[in-house]
């Protein structure tokens, strides 16, 4: 998984599954249907992407209520796992090497961080921040061809990462976290939790990562499209989010060349960068899965990816090439 805070390279992370998920949501009914249905929607951004919720619910002050609710859990859940707010826990993280004690949110994020990293064999690493800003630097610079990471590849290694609930520590000066492919799966979680110990029965949240709650004021359920590499804003297919988390990493969201040949995937084992135009979708019970597992997912060939998932258990996985689509679990 799974366009987030990253500045610098071309276009957007993955805010191409929104797409498809957003109209899906704007078309739920016809005119006179929506009139008569308590459909509330909040539009705005979480951890630098465009973000949407839409509500049933059939009082509108409560509605407000419980997003007003919503919005201050991403917000405080913010200060926590943003990369660029200088004020976040894990910008002082990765400011001094250091944090004591962390957040209890962040020492939870990390170790289900640390699972997958174990179970994708490596694939999935949050350490892999000084490859990303090896990248990004290189090509600022005016870099035409893959940059030299060598001497950055030893600061990569989530073994290295000290976690328990007293501190976070890097292992080795240099060494820096990321959370953008996992932070916004975990974020929708704990939003989705709390609108359901609210009494909400019935939502879509698209917070970077897509779950649904409940069915559509028709009573389907909701629908989130799976886009085509070659044109993004062309869905290949769709799929019933109720009830579960939709995440989608490709290749194509961010680019750091013109040429689109270097990606904002980065293999933390290897340094180099994910297929330009391919794409991951994983289907779980918690977006916090599916993020990571989209993420390390797509730096793997089709039977690898096949393999990791079934030793998973309980992910669903679609494999997008320009003008197709197929299921591998």
Same mark, same amino acid.
């Given at each position: ?6 500045? *610098?390279?071309?276009?957007? $992370? $993955? ?12 078309? !739920?009914?016809?005119?006179?249907? =929506?009139?008569?249905?308590?459909? =509330? ?5 979480? #951890? ?7 509500? #049933?619910?059939?009082? /509108? /002050? ?32 990765? $400011? ?41 630097? =290189? ?9 030299? !990471? ?10 290295? #990462? ?42 879509? #949240? ?5 779950? &649904?709650? *409940?069915?559509?004021?028709? &009573? ?13 804003? =062309? ?14 990493? *490709? ?27 391919? *794409? ?33 258990? &309980? ?12 299921? !591998?679990?």
């Amino acid at each position: 998984m799974p366009a987030i805070e990253h500045r *610098g390279p071309r276009s957007s $992370r $993955r805010r191409f599954i929104a797409i498809a998920g957003a109209v899906a949501g704007a078309a !739920l009914l016809p005119p006179s249907a =929506h009139a008569r249905t308590a459909v =509330h929607d909040w539009n705005g951004v979480a #951890l630098g992407a465009r973000a949407s919720i839409r509500l #049933l619910h059939p009082d /509108a /002050a409560e509605a407000r209520r419980i997003i007003a609710l919503a919005v201050d859990e991403i917000e405080r859940l913010e200060r926590i796992f943003s990369l660029y707010r200088a004020d976040s826990a894990l910008a002082r993280l990765n $400011r001094e090497g250091r944090l004591e004690p962390p957040p209890l949110e962040l020492v939870e994020l990390l170790q289900r961080a640390a699972a997958v990293s174990e179970a994708s064999g490596g694939a999935f690493d949050v350490t892999v921040q000084p490859l990303w800003r090896g990248y990004q630097e =290189h090509f600022a610079a005016g870099g035409e061809t893959a940059p030299d !990471l060598a001497a950055l590849l030893p600061l990569v290694g989530w073994r290295r #990462l000290q976690v328990d609930a007293e501190r976070v520590a890097f292992g080795r000066p240099g060494m820096a976290v990321t959370l953008n492919g996992i932070a916004q799966g975990f974020v929708t979680d704990r939003v989705a939790e709390l609108l359901r110990r609210n009494g909400v029965e019935r939502v879509l #949240l698209d917070l970077g990562e897509i779950r &649904g709650l *409940g069915s559509r004021p028709d &009573g389907r359920g909701w629908q989130v499209g799976i886009a085509d590499p070659a044109e993004p804003t =062309h869905a290949l297919g769709a799929l019933d989010c109720s009830g579960r988390a939709v995440a989608t990493s *490709g290749g194509y969201g961010t680019v750091f060349d013109r040429e689109a040949r270097f990606s904002h995937l980065i293999d933390p084992r290897r340094g180099t960068t994910a297929p330009t135009r391919r *794409g991951v979708t994983v289907v779980a019970a918690e977006a916090t899965l599916a993020d990571a597992w989209s993420t390390a997912f797509s730096l793997m060939p089709a039977a690898e990816i096949r393999d990791r998932a079934q030793a998973a258990g &309980g992910l669903g996985v679609y494999l997008a090439v320009p003008g197709a689509l197929r299921r !591998l679990v």
